[in-house]
């Protein structure tokens, strides 16, 4: 008899846990009461050759909530350590299970990981599980990190448990499913350095190579190494180049959580600004201000030479000619991050060569717009569409001079007016994961069970670029409040 279930169309390796056993410790997911499917990422489900179909039904959610695990699956907890705020403790998946990697039709290798699905070795008193808001939040983040053209990873599923977690009060109890180029970090490094044995760190070097890195191919005089190093230098100097561009704060910039694969990972207390200030702080525990808007290139250049560190033993035999390769790489940080980030900055005003006053003219910009407390998302889009009236920077004679200015500087190039237009369309969004709506979305999924406001938030920002009517009300920015705006880890 022939049957009629419908197959999910997982695929399955796991070439991570074919390193050393010291990066890993094996178990399975904590299995929950009452599991209950809340989101399904159907195109992300399409692009790995999963039927969203078979996902949905019994089976489907059983694996996303680790009650069940897929065939070819080899769950694993990953160790790793990290700088958290500065100081190095000893971490790891503390609260996530690797299922192993999908293959997807497209032969990539794709990490499987549930979030919040119980406790392994590494959970240091913790419970091991994740609430609900927090789980939402990494998705529609993620989401819409990834409409904005930025490398991140992403969410496959949300499933409640039935049970409730505790944190700062009660709440839903869930597990994310998240799809990322892999969960190598920073800090997998250095637990490999710290802890490891002689070999580990060459194989994790090499394992990461092999994975991130397959086109490097090392001449009979290259290290290739060395060519990690300046390959993860320059990923992550676009990366937080394209952060600064659209005005993301990541918010807890620890060495854990900058992944080797040059991917935006582990959105906890994550924000997007609206005035423009460099300063700008959401995370409640940055009470310092070290994560801060205008602060992540230098904390970007800081991980990275954490990274560096780690390969010393690999970059050359000799301590002072490693060291002399390792700070030649990280020199370049800066010039790569900057030159991304100007060229974006051109392109968000139309500008398509380069001229020696556009930097200037950029930082004059940016700075009426601290001075005038002007929101970065909508003085970009107000430029794009060429309505000026709503923003009080507008209005200045210090911009009517700016202004003057950037209109020449446009009229110098060979584009026409309208090629430079659409190049800002295509690189200033319209719409943003504006704080507030994010928290609206959030507060009707937990307390209300109600996830239509979190769907047509995702609609919007879908389409981050596209400057529709219908999205206008996205747009808008939140009522005056005495009270700042906070984000917390979820942890």
């Given at each position: 008899?022939?049957s ?6 997982w ?8 390193l050393?056993q ?14 209950k ?10 692009d790995?050759?999963?039927n ?5 039904g019994?089976?489907g959610?059983?694996i ?14 990953q ?10 403790n ?10 192993g990697?999908?293959?997807t ?21 913790g ?7 927090p789980?939402?939040r990494?998705?529609?983040i ?15 599923a949300?499933?409640?448990t ?20 892999s969960?190598i970090r ?31 191919k090392?001449?009979e005089?290259?290290?290739?190494y060395?060519?990690?190093l300046?390959g993860v ?19 807890v ?12 990972i ?18 409640s ?35 002072e ?6 700070q030649d ?5 800066s ?6 980030w ?19 003219l950029?930082?004059d ?6 001075k005038?407390r ?13 309505e ?22 446009r ?51 879908s ?7 219908e999205?206008?009300d ?5 009522a005056?409040?005495?009270r ?7 942890t």
């Amino acid at each position: 008899m022939m049957s009629n279930k419908i197959e999910a169309g997982w695929n399955l390796d796991n070439s991570y846990a074919r390193l050393p056993q010291t990066f890993y410790s094996k178990l399975n997911p904590t299995p929950v009461r009452l599991p209950k499917l809340i989101v399904i990422n159907r195109s992300l489900a399409k692009d790995l050759g999963l039927n969203d179909k078979a996902l949905e039904g019994e089976e489907g959610v059983a694996i996303f909530a680790g009650n069940q695990l897929p065939k070819g699956a080899e769950p694993l907890a990953q160790a790793y350590a990290g700088h958290q705020f500065g100081h190095f403790n000893m971490l790891g998946d503390g609260r996530a299970i690797l299922l192993g990697e999908q293959i997807t039709p497209d032969g990539e290798q794709v990490d499987i990981q549930l979030k919040g699905s119980g406790r392994t070795p590494f959970s240091r008193g913790g419970d091991g599980r994740a609430g609900l808001g927090p789980m939402l939040r990494e998705y529609i983040i993620s989401e819409a990190m990834h409409a904005l053209g930025i490398a991140t990873t992403r969410s496959l599923a949300v499933v409640t448990t039935g049970e409730s977690v505790y944190r700062e009060t009660e709440q839903p109890g869930a597990i994310m499913t998240r799809v990322a180029a892999s969960h190598i970090r920073v800090g997998t490094f250095q637990y490999a350095a710290h802890w490891g044995k002689d070999d580990d760190l060459q194989a994790l070097a090499d394992y990461t190579l092999q994975r991130h890195f397959p086109d490097v191919k090392a001449g009979e005089n290259d290290n290739p190494y060395l060519l990690l190093l300046q390959g993860v230098i320059k990923r992550q100097a676009d990366l937080i180049a394209k952060w600064q561009l659209v005005g993301f704060i990541h918010g807890v910039m620890n060495t854990d959580n900058m992944a080797i694969s040059g991917e935006t990972i582990d959105y906890g207390p994550c924000a997007f600004m609206d005035v423009y200030d460099p300063a700008t702080v959401f995370s409640s525990i940055d009470r310092q201000g070290r994560y801060a808007y205008g602060n992540q290139p230098y904390i970007g250049s800081w991980n990275l030479s954490r990274f560096a560190e780690t390969l010393l033993p690999l970059l050359h035999e000799k301590q002072e000619q490693a060291v002399e390769l390792a700070q030649d790489a990280l020199s370049e940080f800066s010039k790569l991050y900057r030159s991304n980030w100007l060229k974006g900055m051109r392109a968000k005003l139309g500008l398509f060569n380069e001229e020696e006053e556009d930097e200037a003219l950029i930082e004059d910009l940016l700075s009426m717009m601290q001075k005038h407390r002007a929101d970065y998302t909508n003085t970009f889009r107000a430029l794009t569409v060429n309505e000026q009236e709503d923003l009080d920077l507008f209005h200045s004679p210090e911009f009517a001079e700016w202004q003057e200015r950037w209109q020449k500087r446009r009229g110098r190039q060979e584009e026409t007016k309208a090629s430079s237009e659409q190049l800002m369309k295509n690189n200033n969004p319209g719409v943003i994961p504006r704080n507030h709506r994010v928290e609206d979305a959030l507060e009707a999924a937990v307390e209300s069970e109600d996830f239509s406001v979190m769907e047509r938030l995702l609609e919007a920002l879908s389409n981050p670029f596209s400057y529709t009517s219908e999205k206008s009300d996205y747009c808008k920015l939140p009522a005056p409040s005495n009270r700042p705006y906070r984000t917390f880890c979820g942890t």
